[in-house]
């Protein structure tokens, strides 16, 4: 659950009630876990952005890659050629739902340190990233 561009929260605690539905970003572009770690920084490079939504084979979302996260792997002595962004996801990822409140979405990623988090529907889909702003 990452929050974007969030607002200062008003006097009248009307950020309690604000769900992460009213200021997500574009979910953006969304790749299968089986691609390659230089692929998926091809894939980041050519969209001009920093994250990538990862699905598996059936469209639910795995969880979020970074940039920086990606060229970590590649540049660690462990990296070869078949790592696929799903070795590197480990354990299922934190997500949000579109009706989680604000505060709670903000709370859980300060706990977490998250970031930014995938908005995902009642199927697992992708409906958008959610990101703090610092």
């Not at 060229?71 to 989680?100: E, H, N, Q």
């Amino acid at each position: 659950m990452t929050l974007v561009q969030t607002q200062p929260r008003p006097a009248d605690g009307e950020s309690v009630h604000r769900t992460v539905a009213e200021v997500m970003d574009a979910a953006g572009p969304q790749v299968c876990d089986d691609m390659s770690v230089e692929v998926a920084l091809a894939v980041m490079a050519a969209a001009r952005t920093g994250r990538l939504v990862v699905c598996d084979q059936d469209g639910q979302c795995t969880g979020l890659v970074t940039r920086t996260e990606l060229a970590a792997v590649r540049d660690s002595s462990d990296y070869t050629d078949r790592v696929r962004l799903r070795d590197i996801l480990g354990g299922p990822g934190s997500f949000a739902s579109p009706v989680t409140t604000m505060a709670e979405a903000e709370h859980a990623m300060r706990t977490r340190r998250l970031g930014a988090l995938p908005v995902v529907d009642e199927q697992g889909s992708a409906l958008g990233i959610l990101a703090l702003s610092r």
